[in-house]
């Protein structure tokens, strides 16, 4: 299986600014890779999909970029809101039955 | 999309007792997947339980200790026997509500288990 690192330390930001997210993976490029929010004491919930063929997806404030050179892919939120507080998993498809291996997440906090 | 429900919510249990986990989808599924989510960690896959075939653990997961059910295709239960603290965490199911047409995955609020 994959290893998959994320920023285990919290990020903090102001709001109205960009927060950039990194997750890392070691081995085969996964045909997509997935990013999720988590709130405290909920499920994950699906925010955004990027295929191996796709530079860069974006849905609103969101933007996922993918680079299977880098082995890396990078998930904005910019115009920062303190809503946009929570844990964002990345989470790579593991097989051709849609097994997912997700990273530990990274906690973002938004401060006013 | 899908809309799941888990109960229990939360549980607190002895050790050595078991508790049945159910997940109830609003449509169809095939796909159905079990995690556990232990304190500050990332989700960890338990199983995939497709209906009508035996589930399929991942390493480090046996289904004497994680008996799985998939009556229909819109429910399944997963069972944590013979508890002890260490399986203390929260238990997630997930559906993917249409293989080749949409690959993400739709969770459950979670049921959270206490051991003592």
């Known amino acids: 299986s994959q290893k998959i690192e994320q920023n285990s330390e919290a990020l903090n930001i102001q709001e109205g600014k960009t927060a950039t997210l990194t997750c890392n993976y070691t081995?085969?490029?996964?045909?997509?890779l997935q990013w999720y929010r988590q709130d405290p004491g909920r499920g994950p919930v699906f925010l955004l999909l990027?295929?191996?063929?796709?530079k860069e997806k974006r849905k609103e404030r969101l933007k996922v970029t993918f680079d299977t050179t880098l082995k890396q892919s990078l998930f904005h939120i910019t115009a920062s809101q303190p809503a946009d507080s929570a844990t964002y998993l990345c989470?790579?498809?593991?097989?051709?039955?849609?097994?997912?291996?997700f990273g530990a997440g990274t906690q973002v906090v938004v401060t006013p | 999309s899908a809309v799941i429900s888990q109960k229990p919510s939360r549980d607190i249990c002895q050790r050595g007792t078991s508790l049945t986990i159910q997940c109830q989808v609003d449509?169809?599924?095939?796909?159905m997947f079990w995690y556990r989510q232990q304190p500050g960690q990332s989700l960890t896959l338990i199983a995939t339980?497709?209906?009508?075939?035996?589930?399929?653990?991942e390493s480090g997961f046996v289904i004497d200790k994680f008996p799985i059910s998939r009556p229909n295709l819109t429910f399944s239960t997963l069972t944590v026997s013979n508890m002890s603290p260490e399986d203390s965490s929260i238990y997630l199911c997930?559906?993917?509500?249409?293989?080749?047409?949409?690959?993400?995955?739709?969770f459950g609020p979670g049921t959270r288990l206490l051991v003592l």
């Open positions: 997930s559906v993917e509500p249409g293989r080749g047409r949409e690959e993400t995955q739709y």
């Open positions: 449509s169809q599924v095939t796909m």
């Open positions: 081995n085969y490029s996964p045909a997509y």
């Open positions: 339980a497709n209906q009508g075939s035996e589930a399929t653990y």
């Open positions: 990027i295929r191996e063929n796709e």
């Open positions: 989470a790579l498809v593991a097989d051709s039955w849609g097994k997912l291996q």
